[in-house]
């Protein structure tokens, strides 16, 4: 059967074609349009300065964009033994952790060292945040081979959506040889905890100076005290963009074996120093 179309249906057709013409376009125009806000909104986080950002402020975990990270880059005399340079990689991950990486290094004689290790940062939804205790120890603990294995057991150091809750945190770090066995144990407590909203030059947004008591010693498998350490710390640190900047001052008493064979007999020798460690903040960047 032969089909044909009678003047009156080819009148209809005309019409809804104009009318799917019409519907087409506006949909481009939608999608266009849609395109040009999209790209002006992403802008303002894909900018090479995330301090440049005029909505930092009214961004609540969205001010570092998923997958990208702020490098805040510093001068520091960790060991009292001549500057060196670190940095603090904050990385916002797929689950709204922010991944913290310090690094430092020091490249002139004596002493040549490099420490890296990498903590988080867990921010929920209601405004409340915690830092892992890594975040709180001394960096100089850190300087444990890369082969060893590190389990924490312990608090967190929290803190409320309001601020006003700021909790007592301790806990332990045992450091295992590869093979499992226990080498020694690091006890951590961290107290007396402060916070105020402070400002850093050339950071726009919401900065907080953290300041707390912090007590330390170490221990080595047989139980015996080979270090203890108590320091006030000052900590420039936001939810939303991680760690910026540390200072410590310390006062340690370390004992040291005479001889490598501890077990044996037993004698140490006592060191006790005092010192500042301040950091200079030398560029921040994103990418």
Known sequence: MRSYT??????????????LFLFQLASVLTLLLCFIGFNASASTFTTNNVWESTQLDSLPYSSLAKGSTLEVAFQSDLYNTGKGEGAYRNKRLSNGKIQIQYEFEKKTTPNPYHIIYDYYLHPSADGAFALDMKGAIDPVEMTINEDMI????????????????????????????????????????????????????????????HTYSYQFYKTIRNGTLVKS??????????????????????????????????????????????????????SIKTN
Do not use: C
């Open 229 to 282: 350490s108590d320091q006030q710390v000052e900590e420039w640190l936001s939810p939303t963009l991680g760690v910026i900047k540390q200072n410590r001052t310390t006062d340690t008493h370390e004992q040291r074996p005479n001889n490598m064979d501890v077990a044996k007999n037993g004698f140490y020798t006592d060191f006790k120093s005092k010192n500042k460690r301040s950091s200079v903040i030398t």
């Open 150 to 209: 590190i389990a924490y057991e312990g608090d967190d150091l929290t803190f409320s959506s309001d601020l006003s809750s700021l909790p007592d945190a301790e806990g332990k770090f045992n450091i295992h040889m590869p093979e499992g066995d226990l080498l020694l144990t690091m006890h951590v407590k961290v107290f007396d905890r402060t916070i105020k909203e402070t400002s850093i030059d050339g950071v726009r947004g919401k900065v907080y100076l």
């Open 6 to 19: 009678t003047f009156s249906q080819l009148n209809e057709w005309t019409v809804l074609k104009q009318h």
